[in-house]
């Protein structure tokens, strides 16, 4: 089993559209959660950390439920820029304390159409 | 302020060559990452320096891999030699604390031929 779990997408929706991504992961030891977005040949980058709580950012909400394991990212009233791979990403404690191995998910592919 | 910068941002090579692959991170960080994307596949921690001490390296796929940070400043990825499944892009990344946002480079993409 993959340790972080995304549907490939590709998602393709309208300008202004709703669109939902999810996210399971398999180690009930990770600490830490984000979603980063790629574009086409281009580096990750982070998009926003995501908490039990729930966050939101702008036209952006993302959710985390522990006990399912599962994270979640919803993008409202989409736009053109949003197209790319969305990546869900987490970190956990390993060895020694050390949280800096981030594992990823393959990505979500959107595209946002006129 | 100047991002993660990797060299070379393209290397076409032959199996059984040597390649060294170069990051500098952003001016104060610490923790400096590698990771590797083979095509098809997600993205793979590497390896992850604080300063010049390798933290932790359980990523490494093999003994032809060898990572170095001398002076905790910029650092080194040689594939030596390398092989066909070597190809794919290599990101570096670097974070001012762990954990923390790591910020990635763009990465460098590996053929090998």
């Known amino acids: 089993r993959k340790e972080v779990e995304q549907d490939p997408g590709p998602f393709n929706v309208p300008e202004g559209a709703t669109v939902a991504f999810n996210c399971t992961y398999s180690?009930?030891?990770?600490?830490?959660f984000f979603w980063y977005r790629q574009d086409c040949r281009k580096e990750p980058k982070l998009l926003m950390s995501v908490y039990s709580s729930g966050n939101e950012d702008g036209r952006f909400t993302a959710q985390l439920n522990r006990a399912s394991q599962y994270i979640s990212l919803l993008i409202r009233d989409s736009k053109l820029s949003d197209s790319a791979t969305y990546l869900c990403v987490v970190n956990m404690l390993v060895y020694g304390g050390s949280q800096g191995n981030l594992i990823f998910g393959k990505g979500t592919k959107l595209s946002v159409k006129p | 302020e100047a991002g993660v910068t990797q060299f070379p941002s393209h290397s076409v090579i032959e199996k059984g060559q040597t390649v060294t692959l170069r990051c500098d991170p952003i001016s104060g960080h610490d923790n400096l990452y590698w990771y590797r994307r083979v095509m098809g596949k997600e993205i793979k921690f590497l390896l992850h320096?604080?300063?010049?001490?390798?933290?932790?390296e359980s990523g490494m796929p093999n003994n032809r891999f060898l990572a170095e940070r001398t002076g905790g400043t910029y650092s080194t990825l040689k594939v030596q030699p390398a092989e066909l499944e070597d190809s794919g892009v290599y990101f570096c990344a670097s974070s001012q604390v762990t954990p923390g946002e790591q910020f990635f480079g763009p990465g460098t993409r590996l053929t090998v031929l």
């Open positions: 180690n009930s030891a990770s600490q830490s």
């Open positions: 320096f604080v300063k010049e001490s390798k933290q932790d």
